[in-house]
């Protein structure tokens, strides 16, 4: 069983950044892939990035690609997701999920544990 608690979502102005964090319970972080996601209202959940159980790859979804960078420290059981060149767009719920297995996945039904999510709102 894993326990994810996501935290630093906010307010932000267009062009402007953010980091997310996500805190893992559990003594095996490092042996999960783990992912953010996120869900604007009225739109379906969709992929934002992932990361490998070491940390050694990364995946992002075409939109966010060259602004996001995802990174995860196994030593404190913690993802995060820095967020730059925010544009409204962004806007949405973002959660945390952890994958069983270390290969990368952008596939929402592929992971196993789910955070309560924090809101971003890009807005001026």
């Known amino acids: 069983q894993v326990r994810l608690v996501e935290s630093g979502g906010g307010l932000v102005q267009p062009g402007g950044s953010l980091r997310l964090s996500c805190a893992a319970s559990g003594r095996t972080f490092s042996s999960y892939a783990m992912g953010w996601f996120r869900q604007a209202p009225g739109k379906e959940r969709e992929f934002v990035a992932t990361?490998?159980?070491?940390?050694?790859?990364?995946y992002y979804a075409d939109s966010v690609k060259g602004r996001f960078t995802i990174s995860r420290n196994n030593a404190k059981n913690t993802v995060d997701l820095q967020m730059n060149s925010l544009k409204a767009e962004d806007t949405a719920v973002y959660y945390c999920?952890?994958?069983?297995?270390?290969?990368?996945?952008?596939?929402?039904?592929?992971?196993?544990?789910w955070g309560q999510g924090t809101q971003v709102t890009v807005s001026s």
């Open positions: 999920a952890a994958k069983t297995g270390t290969a990368l996945s952008g596939s929402d039904y592929m992971y196993d544990y």
């Open positions: 990361i490998s159980g070491l940390g050694v790859s990364t």
